[in-house]
């Protein structure tokens, strides 16, 4: 039953705001059926609904209790418990009192985070897959950086996820993106982090002999926190469905020179999602994607971060292809 200021309020939302019923319903609180009659009836005088005693009654403390604690568990499984303990009914009923009674789930809520151009750009590795190589098989990893304010991209596959690795994709994507964020943003990586004790970490000295040649701050993710850095994940995913998928490749220089083709006829047209507009194809100083207001990128090389290796010309014996559902490449 509903009180006459109840019923007033509902009229007033249905007549005035022209809610809907289940509108009213879902933001009061009282069923449908009550709503609707509130809303057809003139009088005052809503019918009062019949309560009924139900064969779960004696087993509402036990279900609370049970749901108070175990907030996710499911109806089926209460099903079962209260049948141990004599329940005769049939699940449905148990369904219809768990919905009724199951605490709401507090939803996290993140902010949106807006970086200037320049300011930050996150780092992680990405798997694509396993290629085959002569009659063994080799893991792809993608390093990949993005820049936070443009959305600008830059990736260099390897074999491997060495430090060695970590640090040449360091290198190449601030040449290929023209200039270098002020801060970096990495997830808990073993080529990033050595330790990390609540919120002192303990970073590579590789990688913080680098950050001081090319004067950017590394900064470490939350643990657990993935939303922090969730534009390189999603470049990631961008990447494997995109740009990888189906992709043949003679080799790995063959595959990042495909990419960098990719990246500035593709990827840096898109718009980005709040200013609508594209980040510049062409990288550089003048035309960079995002790192107009970043420091310059120093003109002698860094000793830390090695230099693309050599690779010995491609045989027959040892072509790169992959299986299925991974892309299958062509043998040179």
Same mark, same amino acid.
């Given at each position: 039953?509903?009180?006459?200021?109840?019923?007033?309020?509902?009229?007033?939302?249905?007549?005035?705001?022209?809610?809907?019923?289940?509108?009213?319903?879902?933001?009061?609180?009282?069923?449908?059926?009550?709503?609707?009659?509130?809303?057809?009836?003139?009088?005052?005088?809503?019918?009062?609904?019949?309560?009924?005693?139900?064969?779960?009654?004696?087993?509402?403390?036990?279900? #609370?209790?049970?749901?108070?604690?175990?907030?996710?568990?499911?109806?089926?499984?209460?099903?079962?418990?209260?049948?141990?303990?004599?329940?005769?009914?049939?699940?449905?009923?148990? #369904?219809?009192?768990?919905?009724?009674?199951?605490?709401?789930?507090?939803?996290?809520?993140?902010?949106?985070?807006?970086?200037?151009?320049?300011?930050?750009?996150?780092?992680?590795?990405?798997? $694509?897959?396993?290629?085959?190589?002569?009659?063994?098989?080799?893991?792809?990893?993608?390093?990949?950086?993005?820049?936070?304010?443009?959305?600008?991209?830059?990736?260099? $596959?390897?074999?491997?996820?060495?430090?060695?690795?970590?640090?040449?994709?360091?290198?190449?994507?601030?040449?290929?993106?023209?200039?270098?964020?002020?801060?970096?943003?990495?997830?808990?990586?073993?080529?990033?982090?050595?330790?990390?004790?609540?919120?002192?970490?303990?970073?590579?000295?590789?990688?913080?002999?680098?950050?001081?040649?090319?004067?950017?701050?590394?900064?470490?993710?939350?643990?657990?926190?993935?939303?922090?850095?969730?534009?390189?994940?999603?470049?990631?995913?961008?990447?494997?469905?995109?740009?990888?998928?189906?992709?043949? $490749?003679?080799?790995?220089?063959?595959?990042?020179?495909?990419?960098?083709?990719?990246?500035?006829?593709?990827?840096?047209?898109?718009?980005?999602?709040?200013?609508?507009?594209?980040?510049?194809?062409?990288?550089?100083?003048?035309?960079?994607?995002?790192?107009?207001?970043?420091?310059?990128?120093?003109?002698?090389?860094?000793?830390?971060?090695?230099?693309?290796?050599?690779?010995?010309?491609?045989?027959?014996?040892?072509?790169?292809?992959?299986?299925?559902?991974?892309?299958?490449?062509?043998?040179?």
């Amino acid at each position: 039953m509903i009180t006459p200021a109840q019923r007033a309020e509902i009229r007033r939302l249905y007549y005035g705001e022209h809610w809907k019923l289940g509108t009213i319903a879902a933001q009061l609180g009282p069923h449908r059926e009550t709503v609707r009659a509130a809303v057809e009836r003139e009088s005052g005088s809503v019918r009062r609904g019949v309560c009924r005693p139900s064969a779960l009654d004696p087993y509402l403390p036990f279900i #609370r209790d049970t749901l108070a604690q175990y907030p996710t568990l499911r109806a089926t499984r209460i099903h079962e418990m209260v049948r141990q303990r004599g329940y005769p009914g049939s699940v449905i009923q148990v #369904r219809r009192l768990v919905r009724r009674l199951r605490p709401e789930s507090t939803r996290t809520v993140y902010r949106r985070v807006v970086t200037l151009p320049g300011e930050s750009a996150q780092v992680d590795w990405g798997s $694509f897959g396993k290629v085959r190589i002569g009659r063994g098989t080799r893991a792809v990893s993608g390093f990949v950086m993005v820049l936070g304010h443009s959305r600008a991209v830059a990736a260099l $596959f390897t074999l491997d996820q060495t430090l060695e690795s970590f640090l040449r994709g360091h290198v190449e994507a601030f040449q290929a993106l023209g200039g270098i964020a002020r801060t970096l943003v990495y997830d808990n990586l073993r080529t990033a982090v050595l330790d990390r004790r609540g919120a002192a970490v303990q970073f590579h000295p590789r990688l913080l002999e680098l950050a001081g040649h090319y004067h950017f701050a590394p900064r470490p993710c939350t643990p657990g926190r993935g939303n922090e850095k969730g534009k390189v994940e999603r470049q990631i995913q961008y990447l494997r469905h995109a740009f990888f998928a189906a992709r043949p $490749f003679r080799d790995l220089d063959d595959l990042n020179t495909q990419f960098r083709r990719w990246r500035d006829g593709v990827a840096h047209q898109r718009r980005h999602p709040e200013i609508r507009t594209a980040p510049s194809p062409t990288p550089g100083p003048k035309s960079s994607p995002g790192c107009s207001r970043s420091p310059p990128i120093p003109s002698r090389p860094n000793s830390s971060a090695p230099s693309a290796p050599e690779r010995p010309p491609m045989s027959a014996s040892t072509a790169i292809s992959t299986r299925s559902p991974t892309p299958t490449s062509e043998s040179p």
